[in-house]
């Protein structure tokens, strides 16, 4: 079992930057791919990123490629995702997620879920 907790959102001007973490407990943080999701008012929760177990691969949602960067650190313990260039359409609450299995994106497949951080892009 893993527990995540996320930090790092706030309120940034269009085109500005954020970093998002999410630090894990539990003993087996290397074995479960990682992902961010995000969920605005009155739409469903969707993907943007994931990394799997090892960092050898990540995936991306198509509106944050090229703009969005996830890592981790086994070592640590930790999940990142780096925001640049962010939308007001970025405006969401964010999630960390931990899924057993190999990379998806839908999140219904998602075991473990941390409380998530408000983003809010101002135009």
């Known amino acids: 079992q893993v527990q995540l907790v996320e930090s790092g959102g706030g309120l940034v001007q269009n085109g500005g930057s954020l970093r998002l973490s999410c630090a894990a407990s539990?003993?087996?943080?290397?074995?479960?791919?990682m992902g961010w999701f995000r969920q605005a008012p009155g739409k469903e929760r969707e993907f943007v990123g994931a990394?799997?177990?090892?960092?050898?691969?990540?995936y991306y949602a198509d509106s944050v490629k090229g703009r969005f960067t996830i890592s981790r650190d086994n070592a640590k313990k930790t999940l990142s995702l780096q925001m640049n260039s962010l939308k007001p359409e970025d405006t969401a609450v964010y999630y960390c997620?931990?899924?057993?299995?190999?990379?998806?994106?839908?999140?219904?497949?998602?075991?473990?879920w941390g409380q998530g951080t408000q983003v809010t892009v101002s135009s």
């Open positions: 997620a931990a899924r057993g299995g190999s990379y998806h994106d839908n999140p219904s497949l998602y075991d473990y």
């Open positions: 990394v799997s177990r090892y960092g050898g691969s990540t």
């Open positions: 539990g003993r087996t943080f290397s074995s479960y791919t």
